[in-house]
C-alpha cells in the first residue's frame, strides 16, 4: 500500500508540474482534473467509443475527422502522456498541438485510453493500444479509415507506447531473457485483424527503461513510474525493464520513426531519445531526430516548426508507400 501511494503521489506531481510547464494545449496529460479544453475544427467527431468491446473507461478512445470532408482518412493514434499513472487522459493529449497539426494536414486521429499502472501491470497498456489499431481496421467504415496508412504518436509515455508500437509490428510474443511478453495481447472483438502500423511518433518517451539515469532528471524516490508499472526494481528483474523498452525491439524491419527530445528535459533525459536515434540509424531504419537546445518536458517542444516537421515526414512515408 506505501508503494502504491508513494507511486500515485509521483505521478500526479509529475501531471501538475506538467500542466504548469507545458505550453497551452500541450502537456503530460492527467487526470481529468487536469484535462484540457480545446475546440478542434473537425467535420465529425465521436467521444467515449468503447474500442475492446466492454464497458471499462480505461478502454474507450476519442475520433476525430479533418474539417475537409473526404470518403476515408489517414489514421494517427495519438497517446497521452501521465507516466503510465492515468487511465482516462484521451480528452487531454495534446489536443490544441500535435492534434490539431494532423487534422489540419488530413489526418483523421484517434485518442484513447488505455488501463494505468494501478489498473494491471505491464504489457497491458501496449495491449490496449494493439487493441485500438485492430479496431480501427475492424471498424474503418463506420469511421472512414483509410487504413492503408496507421501511424502512432504520443508524449512522454504514449511515446513510449508509440515507439513500442514502431518497433514490435508482427510480434506476438517476445522472449526477453527469463521473461516472456505478450505483446499482442487479446483485448477487444478484432483479435484476428492486423495490429501493425506504418511509422510512429515519439515526443519525449521514455524508451530505454534499463538506462533511465543515462542523463540528469528529476528523483522519483524509491518506486519509479516503470517501478509500479512492472512491480518490480530493475536490480532485482532487469530482464522485465528490457522487455518494457522500445530499444530492446529494433531491427531493420522497423517502421519509420520520428523523435523529438528537449535537451532540458528534466522528466525524461533527452539521452533517451539519442539512444533510440542511434539505434535505429545503425539498424537501417528511417529515422528523423529533433533535439530542441531549450525544450523542456513538454515545454517549448510544440513549435510550428516541429509540427510541420512531424507532418512533413507522415507525410513522406505515406506518399512514398503509394
Not at 500535435?98 to 487534422?103: E, K, N, P
Not at 507506447?161 to 495481447?185: H, Y
Amino acid at each position: 500500500m506505501k508503494n502504491y501511494l508513494r507511486s500515485l503521489a509521483i505521478g500526479v506531481t509529475l501531471m501538475s508540474a506538467s500542466a504548469m510547464l507545458a505550453q497551452p494545449n500541450g502537456g503530460f496529460g492527467g487526470f481529468g482534473g487536469f484535462q484540457q479544453q480545446t475546440k478542434l475544427e473537425t467535420s465529425q467527431e465521436w467521444k467515449d467509443v468503447n474500442y475492446a468491446g466492454d464497458d471499462k473507461a480505461y478502454h474507450t478512445c476519442d475520433i476525430y475527422l479533418p474539417k475537409e470532408e473526404k470518403a476515408s482518412y489517414p489514421v494517427v493514434v495519438h497517446i497521452y502522456g501521465s507516466a503510465w499513472f492515468s487511465n482516462n487522459s484521451k480528452g487531454a493529449a495534446d489536443l490544441g498541438t500535435i492534434v490539431a497539426a494532423l487534422l489540419n494536414a488530413g489526418y483523421a486521429v484517434v485518442c484513447p485510453n488505455h488501463r494505468s499502472s494501478m489498473d494491471a501491470k505491464w504489457p497491458a497498456q501496449i495491449n490496449d493500444i494493439k487493441a485500438v489499431i485492430r479496431f480501427i481496421r475492424g471498424e474503418a467504415k463506420t469511421y472512414k479509415f483509410d487504413t492503408s496508412f496507421i501511424a502512432t504518436s504520443g508524449f512522454s509515455s504514449g511515446g513510449h507506447l508509440s515507439s513500442v508500437c514502431g518497433t514490435t509490428n508482427g510480434v506476438k510474443v517476445a522472449k526477453v531473457g527469463k521473461e516472456k511478453v505478450d505483446i499482442e495481447g487479446s483485448v477487444g472483438n478484432y483479435k484476428k485483424k492486423k495490429s501493425y502500423v506504418n511509422a510512429a511518433c515519439d515526443w519525449s518517451g521514455p524508451v530505454d527503461l534499463t538506462d533511465m539515469d543515462c542523463g540528469e532528471h528529476m528523483s522519483f524516490g524509491a518506486s519509479s513510474p516503470e517501478d509500479a508499472l512492472l512491480g518490480s526494481k530493475l536490480a532485482d528483474e532487469p530482464d522485465k525493464y528490457l522487455g518494457l523498452s522500445a530499444t530492446n525491439y529494433v531491427d531493420k524491419k522497423d517502421v519509420p520513426i520520428i523523435i523529438f527530445h528537449g535537451e532540458k528535459d528534466n522528466v525524461v533525459p533527452c539521452c533517451q531519445g539519442r539512444k533510440f536515434y542511434e539505434l535505429l540509424k545503425a539498424a537501417g531504419v528511417k529515422t528523423e531526430a529533433t533535439f530542441v537546445p531549450e525544450g523542456g518536458h513538454g515545454m517549448g517542444m510544440y513549435s510550428a516548426e516541429n509540427l510541420q516537421k512531424m507532418v512533413n515526414f507522415l507525410d513522406g512515408v505515406r506518399l512514398k508507400k503509394k
